[in-house]
T-cell receptor, first 116, second 111 residues
């Protein structure tokens, strides 16, 4: 069965610090998608990134970077030089390939507080 | 820009009322989803639809039904609202494998 674990329930950092959010997943499929979503206090879930299981290249987008390692079933998310606007709940998610729909399994989320 | 619109941001209903939550997407996505989000329980899938007039139960369908008469619209129905259905309801749509795009959510309170 598929499962997503985010062991860090809450993290607090001081502004400008770097922070890494951990994500570990379980799946029996060899083909799958991984995602990160951000949920700011306003409540809307915002799509950040999608990665398919064949692409292990790390990705950088501005202050955000993602490290995908199939060997450890991890898809970690790093925010460099954190800002107060980064305060949100972040969800890691998994979708398996062999479904005819996008049934996405979400992790429990990590609440990030960036303190000015 | 991708757009998923939920008809109400906040809703207050009485126990026993029939409640309709509407969701519309303008991206021509095949798949649509209803989740509920509760503190400590995360996001749980209620129902989803991968085509017009098609629907599938998610993880917690009890007490809910759905309707998808047109591709762009997916409605969640609470036949007889109960207090334990007080929650944040999130609608999403997707193209297969492309990731879910969410609406801004409806905070439903059942009194």
């Amino acid at each position: 069965a598929q499962k997503v674990t985010q062991a860090q329930t809450e993290i607090s950092v001081v502004e400008k610090e770097d922070v890494t959010l951990d994500c570990v997943y379980e799946t029996r499929d060899t083909t799958y998608y991984l995602f990160w979503y951000k949920q700011p206090p306003s409540g809307e879930l915002v799509f950040l990134i999608r990665r398919n299981s064949f692409d292990e290249q790390n990705e950088i987008s501005g202050r955000y970077s993602w490290n995908f390692q199939k060997s450890t079933s991890s898809f970690n998310f790093t925010i460099t030089a954190s800002q107060v606007v980064d305060s949100a709940v972040y969800f890691c998610a998994l979708s398996e390939f062999d479904t005819s729909y996008d049934k996405v399994i979400f992790g429990p989320g990590t609440s990030l507080s960036v303190i000015p | 820009d991708v757009k998923v619109t939920q008809s109400s941001r906040y809703l207050v209903k009485r126990t026993g009322e029939k409640v309709f939550l509407e969701c519309v997407q303008d991206m021509d996505h095949e798949n649509m989803f209803w989740y509920r989000q509760d503190p400590g329980l995360g996001l749980r899938l209620i129902y989803f639809s991968y085509d017009v007039k098609m629907k599938e139960k998610g993880d917690i369908p009890e007490g809910y039904s759905v309707s998808r008469e047109k591709k762009e619209r997916f409605s969640l129905i609470l036949e007889s609202a109960s207090t334990n259905q007080t929650s944040m309801y999130l609608c999403a749509s997707s193209l297969w494998g492309g990731g879910l795009f969410f609406g801004s959510g409806t905070q439903l309170s059942v009194l």
